[in-house]
């Protein structure tokens, strides 16, 4: 039978809470208040056509408190940090920010993220960042491979870019290594529980 | 001194000064208009139509014009600006561009106001794709367009409205408060000329607060079949000559494109650098934006002897303008007759 909620899920919008609207406002920086509900973050995103909820979406659903909706959407996992909905917000809201933040947010309390694997990248390159203070491609993507068990995954593409010089198999590290190992030291970003 | 020689000096000839220097010239005082530009009527001279009554705007100014030049009391000099001026006592000593040099016993400013630079929206391509215009370019091209073979035509246009207005980002708070008029206007206009044409007005609210505006705007929808889709446009890119315009219609949530022949942009209107400098030279207020500003309960006065009317003040439709030019004259005459 057809779960009519799933589709028409009434907002009981007189029950809602501010308090994410106040901590993205604390944590981001940002002021979603401020949004004039235009759409041209989500006509423009980069990544929409692959997005559940888009932009303007997820600034409308931190209004109305949805937090639970929101964490587990997997627009979290797709959003590419490309800054182009920021750029041309009229009050430039910084949804990738926030869409960091929820992520965190997201990931520290297990919320189990809607696409296979997207956690273990998110580690192994947290991982990456620690040991060397970059992302050497090619490692994170053996690494990636291994664990997530798609041995072959992107091979060819990986050789290609070998042969063309994009993909350096040895990692290198920074030279200032102490410093991002201390923000990692400082900013602690486990698991809860 | 008789006060019949009393003179004012209006700065700016657009209907808001016109409209200035009939009421006190017909009130038996002396009205000077200077003008900047060669020709009078200012932004009403150069549109094609007009809300609400889509009658003639230029036929309108024409008609301020010839009721100026009939006025022995008014005279009207094109191509002059104010060089710069100092009180003695009660009047100004004004030297103007030509070198003249006059005494004034009041100032109406009345210069209009300026426009957003389109092309700080990188995204909507003004300055980079040919038939991105404003609107006030728009208008010289429906005249343009009136001559031109059926083919040659536009078949879809995109308006994007709020361009540079509402934005905090890279251009100004406030609404202009009259494009989303003139935009119902030149929509329909477009359909006018050619009934097959698609129009798109794309825009975040449509603001039609005045007498019959309401009306107008649903008839360009309902009647001449200009679609309006909510959201405010996100890009324009070069496709298969066409421009492509991409944005989100917020309504379903869902994204949307259009393959534009043409795109019009109603950019900001803002305040005039001009203005801001004969502020400075006349003593007047300016507001957070560089608009002349009030003095509290004299809503036409903006300093000692200084008046103001139309856009400069801030974006207004013509029957505002000719409204606030008469105000500013009413206080100008009331003033006159008291010295
Ligand atoms: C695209 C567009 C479409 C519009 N369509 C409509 C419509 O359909 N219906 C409607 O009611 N309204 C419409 N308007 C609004 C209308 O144009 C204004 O209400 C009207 O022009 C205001 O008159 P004004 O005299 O205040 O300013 P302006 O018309 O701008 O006139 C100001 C004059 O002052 C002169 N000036 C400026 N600085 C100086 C200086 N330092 N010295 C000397 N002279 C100076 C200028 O050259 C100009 O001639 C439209 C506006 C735009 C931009
Ligand atoms: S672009 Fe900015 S103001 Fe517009 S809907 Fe998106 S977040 Fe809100
Ligand atoms: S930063 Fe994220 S949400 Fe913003 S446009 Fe890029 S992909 Fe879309
Ligand atoms: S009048 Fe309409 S188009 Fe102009 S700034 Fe206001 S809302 Fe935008």
């Not at chain 1, 995103?45 to 959407?73: W, Y």
């Not at chain 2, 003008?35 to 009658?55: A, N, V």
């Not at chain 2, 019009?264 to 001009?274: C, F, Q």
Request: one cysteine or more.
């Amino acid at each position: 039978m057809l779960n009519t909620a799933d589709f028409y899920h009434v907002l009981r919008i007189d029950q809602t809470s501010n308090s994410l609207r106040e901590e993205i406002k604390e944590h981001c920086h940002t002021d979603i208040e401020m949004c004039l509900e235009c759409g041209k973050c989500s006509g423009g995103c980069s990544n929409a056509h692959i997005f559940d909820i888009t932009p303007r979406k997820i600034i409308q659903l931190i209004k109305v408190g949805e937090e639970a909706k929101l964490l587990k959407m997997d627009a979290l996992w797709s959003c590419v940090a490309c800054q182009l909905c920021v750029d041309r917000c009229p009050s430039s809201i910084n949804i990738p920010r926030i869409m960091d933040y929820l992520r965190e947010k997201a990931y520290s309390q297990g919320v189990p993220a809607s696409r296979p694997n997207v956690e273990l990248f998110h580690e192994l390159m947290l991982n990456n960042i620690k040991r060397f203070g970059r992302v050497p491609e090619a490692l994170l993507s053996v690494e990636f491979n291994i664990r997530s068990k798609q041995y072959t995954k992107d091979a060819e593409m990986g050789m290609k870019m070998f042969f063309k010089g994009k993909l350096n198999p040895i990692p290198a590290r920074i030279k200032n290594i102490k410093q991002v190992q201390r923000m990692f030291r400082d900013i602690p970003a486990q698991r809860e529980g | 001194m008789n006060n019949s020689e009393k003179t004012a000096l209006i700065i700016g000839g657009g209907l808001a000064g016109l409209e200035a220097a009939n009421k006190i010239g017909g009130a038996g005082y002396k009205a000077i208009l200077v003008e900047k530009e060669e020709q009078l009527g200012g932004i009403m001279k150069q549109l094609y139509g007009s809300f609400p009554r889509w009658d003639n705007p230029r036929e309108l100014v024409d008609q301020k014009v010839k009721m100026a030049q009939e006025n022995p009391n008014v005279t009207m000099k094109t191509n002059t600006t104010v060089k710069s001026a100092h009180k003695k006592d009660q009047t100004f000593v004004v030297e103007l561009s030509n070198n003249e040099q006059m005494e004034f016993d009041a100032v109406v400013l009345a210069t209009g106001f300026d426009f957003y630079d389109a092309s700080q929206y990188g995204e909507y391509g003004y300055g980079a794709f040919d038939n991105v215009l404003t609107a006030l370019e728009f208008e010289a091209k429906l005249k343009e367009m009136e001559s031109w073979d059926k083919e040659d035509l536009p078949q879809v246009v995109a308006f994007f409205k709020c361009v540079g207005s509402r934005d905090r980002s890279k251009g100004y708070p406030y609404c202009s408060k009259i494009c989303c008029m003139f935009t119902a206007k030149e929509a329909g206009l477009m359909k006018d000329l050619n009934p097959d044409a698609k129009c798109f007005v794309f825009y975040m609210d449509y603001r039609a607060a005045g007498k019959e505006y309401e009306e107008f705007a649903r008839s360009v929808m309902e009647d001449k079949h200009v679609r309006y889709v909510r959201g405010r446009p996100a890009k324009v890119l070069p496709e298969n000559g066409k421009l492509m315009v991409r944005a989100e219609d917020t309504l379903m949530g869902v994204p949307v494109e259009v393959a534009a022949d043409m795109i019009v942009l109603a950019n900001a209107m803002i305040p005039a650098e001009s203005t801001i400098e004969l502020a400075g030279i006349f003593g007047a207020k300016i507001d957070q934006y560089g608009f002349i500003d009030y003095i509290p309960g004299h809503p036409t006065q903006t300093g000692d002897r200084v008046f103001f009317a139309g856009g400069c003040g801030f974006p207004v439709e013509s029957l505002g303008a000719q409204y606030q030019g008469a105000a500013a004259a009413a206080d100008v005459i009331a003033l006159f007759t008291q010295d």
